[in-house]
């Protein structure tokens, strides 16, 4: 055999030596995946390396990443990131316009969520609580007088309204006065208060002429009530009255056995104002639409905010409840060998076979080699 086909030949024999060898050496990282036995004895390098030491490597794994990739200090800079929070505004928002471009009554809820027999009892439930926070009202503040049970801001309105209430009276008083209704009605009673008199009355009648007598007094009344002094005398006597009658207490106000009565009306009342099977009946959409731009502006980033400076106060804890190591642990424990294998080759596909063609490369190097100290030795 001449030098050269010796040489070829030992370079074919190294190269497939050393490829063979890579290949094989990189196999064995998992495959056999069972231990292999000849009768009772178990063959070498049975089952692969990572089948064999899957627990210790799923462990191992799981304390790296909690230790060293996902830490608290990553966590809380993720957190703090500003395009986070700018994606999760934007993903919320984005949520919120879907929902708001499709119609959803509440009662259309309540039958997804199986829950018809809630909106069905609605009215009675809110009926039943209103009448037993009312009757708790009375129970427990029968015996206050009304300016405790009356809120501080409608003795202030009051106060405030009385001047206007008294001059708005005395205005319709004055233009009843002047009409033709209360010349007759002042003629009436100016009839009456004679006759209640009897015969002194008729014989005073008798030296007045009445239409006169009638009009003079209809201007002295007229005159009467335009004066400053009337206003005033007015705005005193309501003012009086109004102290008097909250200085009495509630149950003298209304009576125990009128309130029971005086609650069930109120009740009616609400509940025909709130409408409640209307709204029941209308989208929910439609409440929230004029809103829209206010919960986009301001609601969303601030609860998105809250939520970010929650999770970043709260991370170590979250973490340690949430056992990131043993979660990763028990994920990769969860694999099959084969997932293990195949997720392997697809992310360092190419760079095992590379150790292979190195492994034929340098195995056809020593064959040169060989070739050469066989020829020249």
């Given at each position: 055999m001449?030098a050269w086909?010796?040489?070829?030949?030992?370079?074919i024999?190294?190269?497939?030596i050393?490829?063979?060898?890579?290949?094989?050496?990189i196999?064995?990282?998992?495959?056999?995946?069972e231990?292999?036995?000849i009768g009772?004895?178990r063959?070498?390098?049975t089952p692969?390396?990572i089948?064999?030491r899957r627990?210790?490597?799923?462990?191992k794994?799981?304390e790296?990443?909690?230790?060293?990739?996902l830490?608290?200090?990553a966590?809380?800079?993720?957190l703090?990131?500003?395009t986070?929070?700018?994606e999760?505004?934007?993903?919320?928002?984005d949520l919120?316009?879907?929902?708001?471009a499709v119609?959803?009554?509440?009662?259309?809820?309540?039958e997804r969520?199986?829950?018809?027999?809630v909106?069905?009892q609605?009215?009675?439930?809110?009926?039943?609580?209103?009448?037993s926070?009312?009757?708790?009202?009375?129970?427990?503040r029968?015996?206050?007088t009304?300016?405790?049970?009356?809120?501080e801001?409608?003795?202030q309105?009051?106060a405030?309204?009385?001047?206007?209430i008294s001059a708005?009276?005395?205005?319709?008083m004055?233009?009843?006065t002047?009409?033709?209704a209360?010349?007759l009605?002042?003629k009436?009673?100016?009839?009456?208060i004679l006759?209640?008199?009897?015969?002194v009355g008729?014989?005073?009648g008798?030296?007045?002429?009445?239409d006169t007598?009638i009009?003079?007094?209809?201007?002295e009344?007229?005159?009467?009530?335009?004066?400053?002094?009337?206003?005033e005398?007015l705005?005193?006597l309501?003012?009086?009255e109004w102290?008097?009658?909250?200085q009495r207490?509630?149950?003298?106000?209304?009576?125990?056995?009128k309130?029971?009565?005086?609650?069930d009306?109120l009740?009616?009342?609400?509940?025909?104002?709130?409408?409640l099977?209307k709204?029941?009946?209308?989208?929910?959409?439609?409440?929230i639409?004029?809103y829209?731009?206010e919960?986009?502006?301001?609601i969303?980033?601030?609860?998105?905010?809250?939520?970010l400076k929650?999770?970043?106060?709260?991370?170590a804890?979250m973490m340690?409840?949430?056992?990131?190591g043993?979660?990763?642990?028990?994920q990769?424990?969860a694999?099959s060998?084969r997932?293990?294998?195949q997720?392997?080759?697809?992310?360092s596909?190419?760079?095992l076979?590379m150790?292979?063609?190195?492994?034929?490369?340098?195995?056809g190097f020593?064959g040169i080699?060989?070739g050469i100290i066989?020829?020249?030795?």
């Amino acid at each position: 055999m001449s030098a050269w086909m010796t040489i070829l030949f030992m370079v074919i024999v190294g190269a497939f030596i050393g490829a063979a060898t890579n290949f094989i050496a990189i196999r064995m990282l998992f495959r056999p995946f069972e231990a292999k036995y000849i009768g009772k004895w178990r063959i070498p390098f049975t089952p692969g390396v990572i089948p064999k030491r899957r627990e210790e490597l799923a462990v191992k794994i799981g304390e790296v990443v909690a230790e060293h990739l996902l830490t608290n200090e990553a966590v809380q800079a993720k957190l703090a990131e500003e395009t986070l929070r700018e994606e999760l505004i934007g993903t919320a928002n984005d949520l919120i316009r879907e929902k708001l471009a499709v119609t959803t009554t509440p009662n259309e809820l309540l039958e997804r969520w199986q829950m018809t027999a809630v909106g069905n009892q609605a009215n009675e439930k809110i009926s039943g609580i209103l009448k037993s926070q009312l009757e708790q009202f009375f129970q427990k503040r029968n015996e206050e007088t009304v300016e405790n049970v009356v809120p501080e801001v409608v003795h202030q309105e009051l106060a405030r309204k009385i001047p206007s209430i008294s001059a708005q009276t005395l205005q319709k008083m004055g233009l009843f006065t002047a009409s033709d209704a209360g010349k007759l009605q002042i003629k009436a009673m100016i009839e009456r208060i004679l006759a209640e008199h009897g015969k002194v009355g008729g014989m005073v009648g008798l030296f007045l002429n009445n239409d006169t007598f009638i009009t003079r007094m209809q201007k002295e009344v007229i005159k009467f009530i335009g004066k400053p002094e009337t206003e005033e005398v007015l705005s005193g006597l309501i003012v009086s009255e109004w102290q008097q009658f909250s200085q009495r207490a509630l149950v003298d106000v209304m009576p125990a056995a009128k309130q029971e009565k005086f609650i069930d009306q109120l009740i009616v009342e609400i509940m025909r104002t709130v409408q409640l099977e209307k709204w029941m009946d209308t989208p929910i959409q439609d409440w929230i639409r004029p809103y829209e731009q206010e919960i986009s502006d301001k609601i969303v980033p601030f609860l998105v905010d809250t939520v970010l400076k929650f999770a970043g106060e709260h991370s170590a804890q979250m973490m340690e409840r949430l056992e990131i190591g043993k979660m990763v642990q028990h994920q990769i424990e969860a694999f099959s060998l084969r997932e293990m294998e195949q997720i392997v080759l697809d992310i360092s596909g190419k760079e095992l076979k590379m150790i292979t063609y190195l492994g034929g490369f340098l195995g056809g190097f020593i064959g040169i080699l060989q070739g050469i100290i066989a020829i020249w030795f």
